[in-house]
């Protein structure tokens, strides 16, 4: 039971949504032990796999036409992958980026011809999507993009470096940023899709050592003269790149945004748990007046963006989610996420220190979420246009 009073919200209850949560809270629980997933972040990334197993489980493409090879199911079916797989701490296993970001790009802006050719692999686990938008001199700044795809005959070649790449080394199936026409600045845009397979000249660098997230491989991806086909341009129009890239990001904001709601809920779960059997000077720590205060302050904040959170899912089922809500959706919750990490460490003392506490991890792994989809710099200014 959740440690948050927010009761389920009307378009989640569903008794088809239950049976589907249980049975991927099932699966996570019987394919991922704890030693699995504490072998992934000594590796330092997932196996290859459990994606093949993920795919067969049904929890890869839920929300993608049954015609197309997925669940047939939408946005709520995606939710609770990302939720379950939060809870069920399977480090690395990128689902929401899979899921949540680089499939809808296929669903939306793909041709019929590129979803009856990408989307079954995408949903069986054959294919790992991953997206690569961010260089080495350019993070929020897409129209900055220095990564060329220029037409050559019937295909384009690509031409450039992105860094900070997830799933960058497991993925085969990985939608590029690129200037098909760099004289057009923004407009110029247009997103391909590699298949690394069959990409000549494509390279992966190094797997990047990070803060924390120590099982999602994080990478830079090299292009040097790689052919790709016409049809491998998303859409089969130059120049809508940007477009569909704004047009997805405010999902990808609130995919973080619910990512981080679920992650305080279990920060402050297993921190309720410590303090309530954690004893200093003849009692539990839960009994001193300055825990309960900090606590409750906490669990005050995070029901009321939880609440914000559920509405703001509500506004993207109903097709009228807009970037400026998505984004402060974003910014609130990664904002809190830090805060509740960081205070609940310190309720654990030096024991949250320690590598084999569950919450050292959460607090690690927290940080990222105020930087990617958008830093939270990046989203102020968002919110700030509205004003």
């Given at each position: 039971m959740s440690v948050l009073p927010v009761p389920e919200p009307a378009f989640m209850a569903q008794e088809d949504l239950r049976?589907?949560?249980?049975?991927?809270?099932?699966?996570?629980?019987?394919?991922?032990?704890?030693?699995?997933?504490?072998?992934?972040?000594?590796?330092?990334?997932?196996?290859?796999?459990?994606?093949?197993?993920?795919?067969?489980?049904?929890?890869?493409?839920?929300?993608?036409?049954?015609?197309?090879?997925?669940?047939?199911?939408?946005?709520r079916h995606d939710m609770i992958v990302f939720e379950e797989v939060t809870r069920a701490d399977v480090s690395g296993f990128a689902a929401s980026l899979h899921n949540g970001i680089v499939v809808p790009y296929v669903v939306a802006h793909g041709t019929e011809e590129q979803k009856a050719r990408w989307l079954p692999g995408l949903c069986d686990g054959s294919r790992i999507a991953a997206i690569a938008m961010s260089e080495p001199d350019t993070g929020s700044d897409l129209q900055s993009i220095r990564t060329t795809a220029i037409k050559d005959g019937n295909g384009y070649r690509i031409n450039g470096a992105k860094t900070f790449i997830s799933s960058g080394q497991l993925a085969n199936f990985v939608i590029v940023a690129a200037k098909t026409d760099p004289s057009l600045g923004g407009k110029g845009v247009s997103l391909l899709a590699v298949e690394t397979e069959e990409a000549e000249g494509f390279r992966r660098g190094r797997?990047?050592?990070?803060?924390?997230?120590?099982?999602?491989?994080?990478?830079?991806?090299?292009?040097?003269?790689?052919?790709?086909?016409?049809?491998?341009?998303?859409?089969?129009?130059?120049?809508?790149?940007?477009?569909?890239?704004?047009?997805?990001?405010?999902?990808?904001?609130?995919?973080i945004a619910s990512q981080s709601i679920t992650a305080i809920e279990e920060a402050?779960?297993?921190?309720?748990?410590?303090?309530?059997?954690?004893?200093?000077?003849?009692?539990?720590?839960?009994?001193?007046?300055?825990?309960?205060?900090?606590?409750?302050?906490?669990?005050?904040?995070?029901?009321?963006?939880?609440?914000?959170?559920?509405?703001?899912?509500?506004?993207?089922?109903?097709?009228?989610?807009?970037?400026?809500?998505?984004?402060m959706a974003?910014?609130?919750?990664?904002?809190?996420?830090?805060?509740?990490?960081?205070?609940?460490?310190?309720?654990?003392?030096?024991?949250?220190?320690?590598?084999?506490?569950?919450?050292?991890?959460?607090?690690?792994?927290?940080?990222?979420?105020?930087?990617?989809?958008?830093?939270?710099?990046i989203m102020r200014l968002l919110i700030a246009r509205t004003l």
């Open positions: 049976i589907f949560r249980e049975g991927v809270a099932k699966f996570l629980k019987t394919a991922v032990p704890p030693e699995r997933s504490a072998a992934w972040r000594a590796a330092g990334q997932v196996d290859r796999a459990f994606w093949n197993e993920a795919g067969a489980a049904g929890i890869l493409g839920v929300s993608v036409p049954a015609e197309y090879g997925g669940g047939g199911g939408d946005f797997r990047l050592k990070k803060l924390g997230q120590d099982a999602s491989d994080t990478s830079e991806l090299f292009f040097d003269d790689v052919h790709v086909p016409g049809q491998a341009l998303l859409g089969e129009v130059e120049g809508r790149g940007f477009v569909q890239l704004m047009t997805e990001l405010p999902r990808e904001r609130l995919v402050l779960r297993v921190t309720l748990d410590y303090v309530k059997q954690r004893k200093a000077f003849g009692k539990a720590i839960a009994e001193f007046q300055n825990t309960q205060f900090k606590l409750a302050d906490l669990k005050a904040e995070a029901t009321a963006l939880k609440v914000f959170v559920n509405w703001c899912c509500e506004q993207l089922l109903a097709g009228t989610l807009d970037v400026a809500t998505a984004a974003k910014l609130l919750t990664t904002e809190l996420q830090g805060k509740v990490v960081d205070q609940c460490l310190q309720f654990h003392g030096g024991a949250g220190y320690m590598e084999e506490q569950p919450i050292s991890r959460m607090y690690r792994d927290a940080r990222i979420s105020r930087i990617y989809g958008g830093s939270n710099e």
